[in-house]
């Protein structure tokens, strides 16, 4: 039963989702008796942690009850008391525990407290779920680096647009959607200037039936391009639009662009944004989380600034053929097939007669 009651939890904590950045996902579940008698998650950022929904929610007395959450609960203050000591006020017998958090500021310290006090802990039910679900809180919290996914759609034969450029669509409309999840996952969007001034997107989220938010949408534009009538401009403030620009631009359009958006200007790495700068940056900005749905040379810039942790690959069951018809890694390329970079941990999933990759760069 006690796999069930974890499971609860995780499925709980999935509510979280857009919500809660740059807070961990989490959900708890008080259980006495094989019965549930409480649960929450942690729902928004700065709210009450799960812990403390699950007692606010439970429908009895909750004295010698067991609690099962997904994260080591914490020992600190923060925008909320710790709620180990809640659950010792609470006088909960057992702790099950999914996995310790790596918050420098916890690291266990919970669960010794909890030991300290006579509770009884156990550490470690779907962990590797539990870590993959909070893959963002993670890097982000032991690195103050954004967690980085780049995702890239190409035909059957690998091309991602024809040769004229045109590239809708190549996907089709659920995995459109589960691009739409993804987006409502992250704390920022980023593209290449070549994508607004084709496209002119707006690069929102839309998901029908679901309170989503919309990612700050960063621009990487070395040389100040972007057009002052984008789209995006239009469906976004101020603090929602950052543009990575290098020292080489012309400062009249800077200024008008400085207006509409937030400028974060990089030293020139061949001629471009240094995307290793930009993201720490970024980092310091409080942003865990980019999805980059850039182009060949974006894509390609960004795997070799070594920003990149996990890449999301759709697959349509469609062929252009051409050898100028784009493809979703440009650049310059190897010329050993022993010096290609190889990714780790792939899933396959499908979405009607699409096909998705999901790999890990480490």
Known sequence: MKYEF??????????????????????????????????????YYGGNHAEVNAFLNANEDVTNAHIYVTLEPCSHYGKTPPCVDKIIEKKISKVFIGMKDPNPLVMGRGINKLLENGIEVEV?????????????????????????????????????????????????????????QLRNRVAGIMVGIGTVIKDNPSLDTRLDGVKSRNPIKIIIDSRCRIP???????????????????????????????EKAEIIVTPEKDGQVDLSYLFEKLGERGID??????????????????????????????????????????????????????????????????????????
């Open 124 to 180: 470690g039910l779907y962990e590797d779920e539990i870590k993959q679900l909070n893959e963002i809180f993670i890097k982000y919290i032991t690195t103050k680096m954004p967690f980085c996914i780049l995702k890239t759609a190409m035909t059957l034969d690998g091309k991602i647009a024809t040769r004229t450029g045109e590239s809708k669509w190549i996907t089709n409309e659920k995995s459109r959607n589960y691009v739409h």
């Open 6 to 43: 974890m499971k609860r939890a995780i499925e709980l904590s999935k509510l979280g989702i857009g919500h809660v950045n740059p807070n961990p996902l989490v959900g708890a579940v008080l259980v006495r008796d094989d019965i549930i008698i409480g649960e929450g998650y942690h729902e």
């Open 289 to 362: 989380s980019v999805l980059i749905e850039g182009g060949g040379n974006v894509n390609y810039s960004a795997v070799r600034a070594n920003i990149v942790d996990k890449l999301v690959t759709f697959i349509g069951p469609k062929i252009i053929g051409g050898k100028d018809a784009l493809t979703s890694f440009e650049g310059e390329g190897i010329e050993k097939m022993e010096d290609a970079i190889l990714l780790k941990k792939s899933k396959i999933y499908q979405f009607d007669d699409d096909i998705m990759i999901e790999s890990y760069f480490s």
């Open 228 to 258: 002052i009538d984008s789209k995006l401009f239009l469906t976004g403030s101020k603090s929602s639009i950052i543009i990575a620009v290098t020292k080489t631009i012309d400062n009249k359009h800077l200024d008008a662009i400085k």
